[in-house]
């Protein structure tokens, strides 16, 4: 019988080291070396006997409770009146004493005692020393135990650093605890009572559910007074729950617990790292969408504006033609025609030559009019567009912060982005050629100069007064040339169909290059803002779609992972009714 069960514990052994290898290669994908470093201790201590890891404060007596415990009739454990060294020291069986030196903060001590061929014990440096690397080399073995023995001095067990530390155990990795109130023999039995039950108060305020708490005396037991020094209580609670052939299966649940609590964090810290890459999704959704709905308003203002420069063209236009017609009705032309015999100025001709200069003095003065108003909403419009995502890129929310327990460096690449979208940003709407837009405008000789005027995103007013006042004043100019070409080439007496005709097609002609000249070149530039304004995401663009790939990734792993490890569950549970 217990051949099949050491083959099947064999076989589930051997799918827990493959899972717990997988586990290494995905700590190993997210950059996390702490995490790595902790399950290849996991798999290094795979096959090793259960693990006793025996913590508490400096002079709480743990070397002493090590070795009253081992009862092997000798110091195993270096009992000195100060701390000696900041080292670790593994009791494990051994045919033969022997202490080997694994680094400068790791000693292996071998020793033929029998209850190391079902565990080992290792004893740790003090949680309050003030000895350099005690803490951090005492936390770095922790993951890996199977059984944490939690030693207090049993006159003051609630030190604020000793349970500072029980905390880091039980919150981080939910290890099984015990506790062990030590030197008893300084106590009162009536103190000692109370303290025994202050620390199952404690202990269950944080979780601890059924607190296991012993009081001993290392000095009674290896003084041979053992039925007073408490040991036998803890030495029947170890055979109960741990020896007697229990330890190997204990210890594989004890893996797969570890494992699934790593694999649990990953699974916390992706979550959050998918939150934070939703929420910039979102973001970067939001500032397309506002940059979208600005650029339309702005459209809009063009929209606005060509409407009222072609209802003030069309106006002039109808009031010079309606002049035009009737100057040139039969009774006015023979009037005209017999008072330039005695004055040349009445003639016809002078006429037309002065209807063509009021038409351009009235198209100048209307067009000026509603030029200035409607620039001014337009450069406004996207202006606003600018500010609202410089606005929108300085408040971007952040959930995965620098100090985050998984993905600290992804929070500070992002961060990084961040403020490099920051200051990017502000110098782009610093710089007004930015927003210059010179190869739309290669024509606009008087550019240039007028930028002066302006600076930064504040240009915009000055490019577009400067661009349309150039557009329209070219478009009514050519109109206006065109038509003195007209009045001043033809035989007015013959030709007044001709003259009204070519005066309404040129008026036609040069109101159709306005509404289009107007509207196109407005819009490109709105457009072209807008593009210009989104280029400065690229990089932003480029983390998205990196965080969208790798959090799928690793995803597809973690949930590998976890499936597997409770399926493994599952059989240990199994394995262990039997």
């Avoid at 202990?203 to 007073?228: D, H, M, R």
């Avoid at 000055?462 to 006042?469: D, E, S």
């Amino acid at each position: 019988m217990n051949n099949i069960l050491n083959q099947k514990l064999s076989a589930l052994r051997s799918h827990i080291d493959q899972i717990v290898k997988e586990l290494q290669q995905l700590c190993s994908s997210i950059g996390h070396q702490e995490l790595e470093q902790t399950v290849s201790d996991l798999r290094n201590r795979i096959n090793d006997p259960f693990m006793f890891v025996i913590v508490g404060e400096v002079k709480a007596g743990k070397s002493s409770f090590i070795n009253a415990l081992l009862d092997a009739g000798k110091e195993i454990c270096k009992v000195a009146a100060s701390p000696m060294t900041d080292t670790i020291q593994q009791i494990v069986y051994g045919e033969t004493e022997e202490t080997i030196s694994i680094s400068p903060h790791l000693k292996k001590i071998l020793q033929p005692v029998d209850i190391l061929k079902e565990i080992a014990i290792v004893d740790t440096p003090g949680t309050n020393t003030i000895i350099e690397h005690h803490q951090a080399i005492t936390e770095s073995f922790i993951p890996a135990s199977d059984l944490i023995v939690f030693v207090f001095e049993a006159k003051n067990p609630y030190r604020e650093s000793a349970w500072a530390f029980f905390d880091y155990i039980h919150s981080d990795w939910r290890k099984k605890i015990v506790f062990v109130l030590q030197q008893k023999d300084l106590m009162e039995p009536e103190d000692l009572r109370v303290n025994i039950q202050g620390v199952q108060d404690y202990a269950v305020k944080k979780g601890i559910t059924e607190p296991q708490v012993f009081a001993v005396s290392a000095k009674q037991e290896l003084a041979g007074k053992k039925e007073e020094s408490g040991f036998a209580a803890i030495r029947d609670y170890i055979k109960g729950n741990i020896t007697g052939g229990k330890a190997p299966l204990l210890k594989l649940q004890n893996n797969i617990s570890i494992s699934t609590n790593i694999n649990e964090r990953i699974a916390k810290g992706l979550m959050d790292r998918k939150e934070q890459w939703e929420a910039d999704l979102a973001f970067r959704k939001d500032v397309q969408q506002t940059l979208e709905e600005q650029a339309r308003k702005s459209d809009k203002q063009v929209d606005v504006l060509v409407e009222n420069l072609l209802a003030g063209y069309d106006r002039i236009g109808r009031e010079n033609e309606e002049q035009l017609n009737e100057g040139l009705s039969f009774f006015n032309l023979m009037k005209r025609s017999v008072s330039s015999i005695f004055n040349k100025k009445t003639s016809a001709k002078v006429w037309l030559t002065e209807l063509a200069e009021r038409l351009e003095k009235d198209l100048n003065s209307e067009m000026r009019i509603r030029l200035d108003s409607g620039v001014v909403d337009i450069a406004d419009s996207i202006q606003q567009m600018a500010k609202m995502i410089d606005l929108k890129i300085r408040s971007s929310h952040t959930i995965l912060k620098n100090n985050h327990d998984i993905f600290s460096d992804i929070a500070e690449r992002r961060a990084n982005v961040i403020h490099e979208l920051q200051e990017t940003f502000a110098r782009f709407m610093k710089r007004s050629e930015n927003f210059t837009a010179d190869e739309l405008f290669p024509n606009r000789d008087g550019l240039s100069p007028n930028l002066a005027a302006g600076s930064g995103v504040a240009v915009i007013g000055v490019i577009l007064a400067t661009v349309t006042n150039g557009v329209v004043f070219d478009i009514t100019g050519g109109v206006l040339t065109t038509l003195g070409l007209l009045f001043a080439g033809v035989s007015v007496g013959l030709q007044r169909r001709k003259i009204i005709k070519g005066y309404r097609n040129e008026i036609n002609r040069g109101r159709s290059l306005l509404e289009k000249e107007v509207d196109e070149k407005l819009k490109i530039y709105i457009q072209h803002i807008q593009q210009k304004i989104d280029a400065n995401f690229s990089d932003f663009d480029q983390l998205l779609d990196q965080e969208k790939e790798q959090i799928e990734k690793l995803s597809d792993q973690q949930r590998s992972i976890d499936q597997r490890l409770d399926d493994l569950t599952k059989e240990l549970q199994e394995l262990g009714t039997h």
